[in-house]
């Protein structure tokens, strides 16, 4: 349900990148993003000096300069190696988490819980670390094999008080089993991880100094996407979507 992949990025294409991250992770696009700027391990509406885990969503919507850059165009070849079919980016997003911040976690989820169902789920998730991603820092943890579960897991709002739902929190939470075996997947700058849009993952708060920075982008089918779409889902926290 995942792959590591060392040194994909060099340091010059990196350069490419950073201020763009640097940009959106400082809100200078917040005034226009609504809700795609956001906390992800708190309800909307926290002010942004308190976040613990910055998300800037979908940020080559709003500043289509970034667009296909060199990490969309390389993770859009090794999605084309693993797809038989025509995949293309559904969405991307720009993570990262502030330093010293135990409870900035990304509670563990499958990716699918998140969207609506389609008949083709095939997805592969990248996350580009623009900063080490290492255990004391919060890297991304994964239940092996969990991708290959007959059914999805129940996912609901993380809890925040009275009343949470995905209108006051974007935030999911998993039903964990006990037979649960979690792996690390330290990696250095400049390195991804790939993983399915069914495996349990996560990660965890940020114990270090530093902050903690990530690109992902995720592929899915062209047809999906298109299906997406037509919904009315874009990926973006400001969707209006009935959930039930």
């Given amino acids: 349900g995942y792959l590591?992949?060392?040194?994909?990025?060099?340091?010059?294409?990196?350069?490419?990148?950073?201020?763009?991250?640097?940009?959106?992770?400082?809100?200078?696009?917040?005034?226009?993003?609504?809700?795609?700027?956001?906390?992800?391990?708190?309800?909307?509406?926290?002010?942004?000096?308190?976040?613990?885990?910055?998300?800037?969503?979908?940020?080559?919507?709003?500043?289509?300069?970034?667009?296909?850059?060199?990490?969309h165009r390389i993770a859009q070849s090794i999605a084309?190696?693993?797809?038989?079919?025509?995949?293309?980016?559904d969405?991307?997003?720009?993570?990262?988490?502030?330093?010293?911040?135990?409870?900035?976690?990304?509670?563990?989820?499958?990716?699918?819980?998140?969207?609506?169902?389609?008949?083709?789920?095939?997805?592969?998730?990248?996350?580009?670390?623009?900063?080490?991603?290492?255990?004391?820092?919060?890297c991304l943890q994964v239940v092996p094999g969990t991708n290959n579960e007959p059914e999805l897991r129940k996912h609901q709002p993380k809890d925040h008080g009275d009343g949470a739902s995905r209108d006051t929190s974007h935030t999911l939470v998993i039903e964990t089993k006990p037979t649960d075996e979690v792996v690390y997947l330290p990696v250095k700058r400049g390195s991804m991880t790939v993983h399915d849009e069914r495996i349990v993952h996560g990660?965890?708060?940020?114990?270090?100094?530093?902050?903690?920075?990530t690109y992902v982008a995720a592929f899915r089918d062209v047809e999906t996407i298109r299906q997406e779409r037509a919904m009315g889902f874009t990926h973006s926290h400001n969707d209006t979507v009935n959930w039930d």
């Fill in 91 to 138: 969405y991307e997003q720009f993570l990262a988490k502030r330093p010293n911040q135990a409870k900035a976690e990304f509670a563990m989820h499958q990716d699918l819980g998140y969207w609506p169902k389609t008949a083709n789920t095939w997805t592969a998730t990248f996350s580009l670390a623009l900063s080490d991603s290492m255990l004391k820092n919060g």
């Fill in 203 to 213: 990660s965890g708060g940020n114990l270090s100094s530093e902050w903690r920075k």
């Fill in 4 to 71: 590591v992949l060392e040194g994909v990025l060099t340091e010059e294409e990196m350069s490419a990148i950073d201020p763009w991250f640097d940009h959106f992770v400082a809100g200078k696009e917040a005034a226009k993003m609504g809700r795609d700027f956001c906390d992800m391990s708190q309800p909307y509406g926290t002010p942004p000096e308190k976040f613990q885990l910055v998300n800037a969503m979908l940020p080559s919507t709003y500043e289509p300069a970034l667009a296909n850059n060199i990490f």
């Fill in 80 to 89: 084309d190696q693993l797809y038989a079919g025509e995949a293309a980016m």
